[in-house]
């Protein structure tokens, strides 16, 4: 198994700019979940997936927009970048039997917006 | 709502002294806790977890963490540091009854360990 995979590792855009984070899966999990992490504030959930076709707003959704057209895949934009957007970004997923249910990180994605 | 503060940004110490990050609970409901661990430029493992049971949780590279209902804290320990210790760790937790049960995060500790 691959686990989380996130592409691209790392990516520099102009304000304004437009692009898609793609995170996939190949563990079945039905729950996933978009974070973005930054200096002293740990990680807050942007927005996350219970299931194909369901999504939902977390903590600091404003900016960012979702889909989940498959299992697999829970692809991030961002509409129109702003330098507040620079961050690093992870994708997770679990099984969504329960809270119980540990929590699978993905690398990472660097995101820089200048 | 659920939260988690994680007291002390930053911890330091010896090689071989004993490792103790702390952490504080906030929940309505019983929660579930967990401790996730960083490496540079990686993403997060999981150390260890509090689902229900035992209170004292034993993870992977002989940490272990202990729930205190009362004290609602979930403190993470490690007898003797390691030089490959060093990372930043995460406390996080969410309720495990309802809903999506979403994973809220303290905003870390970085373990320096000097040797």
């Known amino acids: 198994n691959a686990g989380v995979t996130q592409t691209p590792k790392f990516q520099v855009l102009k304000t304004g700019q437009s692009m898609t984070l793609q995170c996939a899966q190949d563990m079945n999990h039905e729950y996933m979940s978009w974070y973005r992490q930054d200096p002293g504030m740990g990680l807050r959930l942007i927005h996350y997936?219970?299931?194909?076709?369901?999504?939902d707003q977390g903590e600091v959704p404003n900016g960012y927009n979702v889909s989940r057209s498959t299992t697999e895949d829970f692809p991030l934009r961002l509409l129109s970048a702003a330098p507040s957007q620079t961050s690093v970004y992870f994708c997770?997923?679990?099984?969504?039997?329960?809270?119980?249910?540990?929590?699978?990180f993905g690398p990472g994605t660097r995101l820089l917006v200048l | 709502a659920q939260s988690v503060t994680q007291l002390g940004s930053h911890v330091s110490v010896s090689e071989g002294a004993l490792v103790l990050l702390r952490c504080n609970y906030s929940?309505?409901?019983?929660?579930?806790l967990f401790w996730y661990v960083q490496y540079p430029n990686q993403g997060l493992q999981l150390l260890l977890k509090?689902?229900?049971?035992?209170?004292l949780v034993k993870g992977i590279n002989g940490f272990e963490a202990e729930f205190k209902k009362s004290e609602t804290s979930f403190h993470l320990t490690k007898p003797s540091a390691h030089m490959s210790d060093a990372a930043e760790y995460f406390c996080a937790v969410t309720s495990g009854r309802t809903g999506a049960n979403n994973l809220f995060f303290g905003t870390g500790t970085r373990l320096t360990v000097i040797p």
């Open positions: 997936s219970v299931g194909a076709g369901i999504t």
């Open positions: 997770a997923s679990r099984r969504a039997s329960g809270g119980e249910e540990t929590q699978y």
């Open positions: 929940s309505s409901v019983p929660p579930y």
């Open positions: 509090y689902t229900t049971g035992a209170t």
